[in-house]
């Protein structure tokens, strides 16, 4: 079908609505910009040189492993080589690329104009981009991190590893991690909450559903990655004792954390591959996805399964045996949805007529690969196989048989699935079988003959091998594979240039596809759906007549925002599960803050780096000018939003300012939801360390000022409460006093606590016990803070701008935020303080 | 706007429908923990209940999770007589895919709390 033609606006409607959402020019343009289209530009541009440059660092390790006993790089240099070869494919590849994809093409898919939020989408890329630049500005000073992508302990120890090396990677990843999770909180409350009207859960396009289950798991496995990182910095710099065997310390709870982080990871990197498939294969074969149904459940349960994995990397660490075989029933389970899946895919492109464009060769290739891998994996999952193969080069084989097939393939199919749409310009198809045929025929080359190294014993992580064990050939084919397959991926920078140059004018949709990312022109404007578009199908450029409204209803709702708003970004909020129209969200717009606050996040990494005082306060205070950018009322959009259209009836939507139709009450949850998990990390550590029962000798006392620092919080929460429902009722009276209030409160609580840990008796330099105790502590200090900037920006709104409404929002969130900190606070103390008490 | 509905039906709600949907990876979520912990703990202290304590979760959480699809299924039956073909925001359509869908994962998901539970039945447990 055609996309609807929208019936004329006034054309000074219509450029006002363009200019309202036109991209800052100029240089210093460059640092304002959040549209999602821009940015995703620049994080896609800057994910795949990232990807050349660890794909660089992956040719540097095979020309070394070439030949036996090669001097083309002596150890050190290849430890720092494999070491960011794997961080670089891993946390600023694979995972930035796809949340790229994601940035520019879920609005479109989905059927709004931009994420809800777009200035975070800035800081996500702007962090990436700095923690990425930072980890490869070691390599200039020679001390680029040589522990491993895993970072295990004890060799990532000051003891092992005295140098900054692991310094760099720790601090680098944590920004980096920043961005992941920063991305993910902007697809959940994206993909829930703003959606075409009528795209009711059941019709979610399935790189949706994907993004989705993806954002979630990014939550839930990243934050852990970020506790234990910091964990291990604060262990580097003698400040705690986590993984120090001589203070009580545990080197595999850092193999528990990172591992519960590490193989959601790989379903991190993989389900959303799966989303880009189902999308290439169903419109290459000319038809519907065989059981969506299925496919939804498959990511679904494919989201939860990947969490109860993590042990199966540690078969050899002395687990016990029941337990590793609760982990392998996980690893052979996790075969079921990913066996749907590959069936669904398989049956999809039976049952249709396939089109074999180059997209759709790159599917095949991701089909034949990674079933490999997906068995091989079954392998590893089975303990005696495991303890034989375990550090070879067998599982080298596999997860690159995994991640490049499972991954990198897809991505090139949805690369050339989707940058017709992105440039506006087809890719030469001739070009692209070749590139897809090198890189084909050479992956196999190059990793094939690694399952047979492995089995010979060769084992993984090593800069050289002796003469004479049987390695030589395999090695060297494997060698010839990565230059083979390094010469595909160049073709398809060649046709990437010459589609610049000669490729031929898309159109909206050069593929005949179904969703409706098509219907816009390609590329597709800054000001997306002028006319918002309404779904009826799962394929509705397939099976709709028109993306118009057929309800007079929702034909009312939806001409309030036909090139509306006009002077303000503006977009629809649809209700979770039915998707039906409910208010209208304000979308930020250009601004210097996320730029601003990303240069505060690095400067203060840095600081911590060089262990600058001065550069550490720096950072704090650029943190806080961020923040007063980022959040300062600007009057002139509270006027802009109050003139709203008067055209409309009843029916009139409302504009999305508080409470849970405001998204930013939904950003907050998810903001929530990393503290909780980062709390229950720290939780699980502290028992994992001895912790808990039996240790009353060990406990901090006395208890009288922890039970007050206790109850201070709930009392703020109180405050807040009050403030939140003044605001309601618009009585600033009652909103200053709440919240001044909740600011008193929650200092106190903060200095209390802090005074009241016994420093001297209790050092979490000597002691790992000490250390998660304090740790916990420390976690609710750091959400008290939270509370007292969310509550100072409250009293900012409360003050300067009592009339906007969108201070509503503001203050909603910082009562999310003091009732979270009250019940943290009471958990911290029950487990710090109570807990000891049991027998 | 909506589809024709029995009013005597009562609504299934948004949080029900959830609970269905993902209550049985969440039981099994619980179930690994749980099993998890009752070994470490078997391992590490005198305590050498495991065994027994790690059949009883299973066939309490592998109920539960069926009973999840149980209650999915009686929603499924409720719904999918009611579902409007062509309706643009059929309430009920959606409805009948997320309890259908909890019924499916249910079964997967029983499926593994019971794979992963018969550890103790064939494993030693510590060494």
Known sequence: ?839 | MTASRDPETPEIGAGALFAVFLGAPVIWAIHLAVSYFLVTLDCNTDWDGARAGVVVATVACAAAALGVGALGWRGWKRVRGQMTPGELLDPMRIRGFLTLSGVLMAVLFAGAIVLAGMSPLFLPMCS
């Open chain 1, 1 to 839: 079908m055609a996309a609807s033609v929208a019936p004329p606006v006034p054309p000074e409607t219509l450029e006002q609505f363009k200019q309202t959402w036109v991209t800052p020019r100029g240089f210093l343009g460059i640092f304002r910009t959040v549209n999602n289209i821009s940015i995703g530009h620049w994080y896609m541009a800057t994910g795949f040189a990232f990807f050349v440059l660890g794909g660089l660092l992956g040719g540097l390790m095979r020309i070394q492993l070439g030949t036996p006993e090669n001097t083309f790089l002596d150890a050190e240099t290849y430890n720092q080589i494999f070491t960011m070869h794997g961080t670089t494919m891993m946390f600023l590849f694979v995972i930035p690329f796809t949340e790229a994809i994601a940035n520019y093409l879920l609005p479109l898919v989905l059927g709004t104009r931009d994420l809800p939020f777009p200035r975070l989408t800035a800081l996500s890329y702007w962090s990436y981009l700095f923690g990425g630049l930072f980890l490869y500005s070691s390599f200039f000073f020679g001390v680029a991190p040589d522990g491993g992508w895993f970072a295990y302990v004890p060799l990532s120890n000051v003891e092992y590893s005295p140098g900054i090396n692991m310094d760099f990677w720790d601090i680098g990843l944590s920004v980096a991690e920043i961005a992941a999770i920063g991305a993910a909180a902007e697809m959940i409350v994206s993909i829930v909450r703003m959606r075409a009207p009528g795209m009711t859960l059941n019709r979610l396009p399935l790189f949706a559903w994907a993004m989705l289950v993806t954002a979630v798991m990014i939550i839930f496995a990243f934050t852990p990655l970020s506790v234990g990182t910091a964990m291990l910095e604060f262990d580097r710099k003698g400040l705690t004792a986590f993984f120090k065997p001589e203070a009580g310390g545990k080197p595999l709870l850092w193999q528990h954390i990172f591992w519960v982080f590490g193989h959601p990871e790989v379903y991190i990197m993989f389900i959303p591959a799966a989303g880009i498939v189902s999308h290439v294969v169903q419109t290459f074969a000319r038809r519907p996805l065989v059981s969506y149904t299925l496919m939804v459940l498959s990511i679904v349960a494919t989201g939860f399964l990947s969490f109860g994995l993590w042990v199966h990397h540690m078969f050899t660490t002395g687990i016990a045996p029941v337990a590793m075989g609760f982990f392998t029933a996980a690893s052979l389970a996790i075969a079921i949805p990913n066996g749907i899946q590959i069936f669904g895919w398989i049956a999809t492109l039976w049952a249709g007529r396939p089109v074999w464009r180059t997209s759709l060769l790159f599917v095949l290739g991701f089909l034949v690969i990674f079933t490999i891998g997906g068995i091989t994996g079954v392998m590893l999952g089975v303990v005696p196989f495991d303890l034989q193969a375990h550090d070879t080069y067998f599982l080298v084989a596999h997860f690159h048989y995994v991640l490049i097939g499972g991954v990198v393939f897809p991505l090139f199919a949805g690369l050339y699935y989707w940058l017709p749409k992105i440039t506006g310009r087809l890719l030469n198809e001739r070009l692209g079988r070749w590139n897809f045929g090198l890189m084909f025929v050479f992956f196999n080359v190059a990793f094939f003959p690694m399952h047979i190294s492995g089995l010979l014993g060769m084992p993984r992580r090593v800069y050289t091998y002796p003469a004479g064990l049987g390695l030589e050939l395999p090695n060297l084919i494997s060698t010839i594979g990565a230059l083979g397959f390094a010469t595909g991926i160049f073709l398809f920078v060649v046709n990437v240039i010459w589609s610049f140059r000669r490729g031929e004018p898309a159109g909206s949709n050069p593929w005949e596809a179904d969703s409706l990312e098509w219907s816009e022109t390609s590329p597709p404007p800054r000001a997306q759906f002028v006319r918002l578009p309404v779904v009826r199908s799962r394929h509705p450029l397939w099976e709709q007549t028109d993306l118009l409204a057929d309800e007079p209803r929702l034909a009312r709702q939806l001409e309030e925002l036909h090139a509306q708003p006009a002077s303000w970004r503006g977009s629809l909020v649809v209700s979770v599960i039915d998707a039906r129209p409910i208010a209208i969200a304000h979308i930020p717009g250009p601004s210097y803050a996320p730029f601003t606050m990303a240069v505060a996040f690095l400067a203060l990494f840095a600081g911590l780096l060089v262990e600058s005082t001065a550069v550490i306060a720096g950072g704090t205070v650029l943190v806080a000018v961020a923040l007063l950018l980022w959040f300062w009322p600007q009057q002139s959009e509270s006027r802009a939003m109050a003139e709203r259209p008067a055209n409309a009836g009843p029916e009139r939507l409302p504009l999305a300012m508080g409470g849970a139709l405001a998204n930013g009450w939904w950003g907050t949850l998810v903001f929530l939801t990393v503290l909780a998990t980062a709390l229950t990390a720290m939780i699980a550590s502290y028992f994992y360390l001895g912790g808990g029962p039996g240790t009353a000798a060990q406990a901090p006392r006395p208890l009288a000022a922890p039970v007050l620092a206790t109850i201070l919080p709930i009392v703020a929460a109180a405050a807040a409460g009050i403030a939140v429902r003044g605001t309601r009722n618009r009585r600033q009276g009652v909103v200053r006093a709440g919240f001044a209030g909740t600011w008193l409160f929650s200092a106190a609580g903060l200095w209390l606590g802090i005074q009241s840990y016994p420093w001297s008796t209790l050092q979490p330099e000597l002691s790992a016990y000490a250390s998660s105790v304090l740790g916990m502590l420390g976690f609710q200090w750091l959400v008290s803070v939270i509370l007292l900037v969310v509550v100072t920006m409250a009293m900012l709104w409360a003050l300067r701008a009592p009339e906007d409404r969108r201070g509503q929002a503001v203050a909603d969130n910082a009562g999310l935020i003091a009732a979270f900190t009250a019940v943290s606070g009471v958990l911290v103390f029950l487990v710090v303080y109570v807990t000891p008490l049991l027998a």
